[in-house]
């Protein structure tokens, strides 16, 4: 979240929680095997040549997600529609293959993307639950309500695109408001 990259899809698919934890999954995966692959193969790869490689490499692992989730889960996989083939572009995952696992072990890089996609998925899942909560009144997964808000009447713009931009302000907003509290000390 502090580097706000990977943007285009936390926005777009952070309305709801489900939404959120399956694309959470979907990225940690492509993280870390994407990063074992890519340290694994470092030293035989051309330096001229290896962003293609990655990328080569990355969509071999977002294909696998691709086709997982149309096959075990076509509700999910309907809903977040193209955003799970752009993981291939997404620039978390190729900066991480080329800032980290090009220079790292094998275990670290599994580490560092183990690491990267819990972050990614924590976000994801802060923003589903505030937009789905405050957008609909409730929370569902798997069609069961696991929270409501009763006779809240929500205010729908929190599932939009506008909601996405208020609720990652607001996020970015108590996140610097802390670091600076945290500088006074």
């Known amino acids: 979240?502090?580097?706000?990259?990977?943007?285009?899809?936390?926005?777009?698919?952070?309305?709801?929680?489900?939404n959120g934890i399956f694309m959470g999954i979907a990225a940690t995966f492509v993280l870390v095997f994407s990063n074992i692959i890519i340290s694994a193969i470092?030293?035989?790869?051309?330096?001229?040549i290896r962003i293609?490689?990655?990328?080569?490499?990355?969509?071999?692992?977002?294909?696998?997600?691709d086709l997982s989730m149309k096959a075990y889960f076509p509700v999910v996989y309907a809903r977040l529609g193209v955003w799970i083939p752009l993981i291939v572009v997404n620039c978390i995952i190729l900066a991480r293959?080329?800032?980290?696992?090009y220079t790292n072990t094998v275990w670290h890089s599994f580490l560092?993307?183990?690491?990267?996609?819990?972050?990614?998925?924590?976000?994801?899942?802060?923003?589903?639950?505030?937009?789905?909560?405050?957008?609909?009144?409730?929370?569902?997964?798997?069609?069961k309500t696991l929270f409501t808000l009763g006779a809240f009447?929500?205010?729908?713009?929190?599932?939009?695109?506008?909601?996405?931009?208020?609720?990652?302000?607001?996020?970015?907003?108590?996140?610097?408001?802390?670091n600076m509290r945290k500088k006074e000390q």
Do not use: H, W
């Not at 924590?122 to 929370?139: A, D, Q």
């Not at 205010?155 to 970015?172: N, R, V």
């Open 97 to 101: 293959a080329e800032g980290y696992a």
């Open 112 to 143: 560092d993307g183990l690491g990267m996609g819990v972050g990614y998925t924590s976000v994801l899942l802060i923003m589903g639950i505030i937009r789905e909560t405050l957008g609909t009144g409730r929370i569902v997964m798997f069609d």
């Open 153 to 178: 009447n929500p205010p729908s713009i929190f599932i939009f695109f506008p909601g996405a931009f208020l609720t990652f302000g607001c996020l970015m907003a108590l996140l610097n408001r802390y």
């Open 42 to 48: 470092r030293k035989y790869t051309p330096n001229q």
């Open 1 to 18: 979240m502090v580097l706000m990259v990977g943007l285009c899809a936390s926005l777009a698919i952070s309305n709801r929680v489900e």
């Open 52 to 65: 293609p490689i990655f990328i080569v490499v990355i969509a071999s692992f977002v294909t696998i997600v």
